[in-house]
C-alpha cells in the first residue's frame, strides 16, 4: 500500500503525463527496499516486452534497480 508521499507522487506523475498528452502506459508497483526493486525489475524484465523507462520514488527501491540492471548488462544513461 502506497504511503500518502509516494502516492502524491504517483498522482503527480500521471497528472503530468496527461496534461502533456501523454497516454499513461506505466503500471506502478509498490517495492520498500533495494531487495524487492531488484526481484520487481527482474520480473518486469522477464515479460517479452521490456520497459523502455522507469521512474523509481525511492533512493533504496533505485538502488536495487540499477543494481539489476548492471547485473543484466543493460546501459543506463
Known sequence: ?????QQRRAEGYCSA??????QNFER???????????ETLLELWM???HPTGLVIGQHSMA????????Q??????
Open 1 to 5: 500500500k502506497f504511503d500518502t508521499d
Open 17 to 22: 503525463l496527461q496534461e502533456l498528452g501523454l
Open 28 to 38: 506502478i508497483y509498490n517495492c520498500g527496499d533495494a531487495e524487492e526493486g531488484k
Open 47 to 49: 515479460q517479452e516486452s
Open 63 to 70: 538502488e536495487g534497480v540499477i543494481a539489476m540492471l548492471t
Open 72 to 77: 543484466l548488462k543493460v546501459k543506463i544513461p
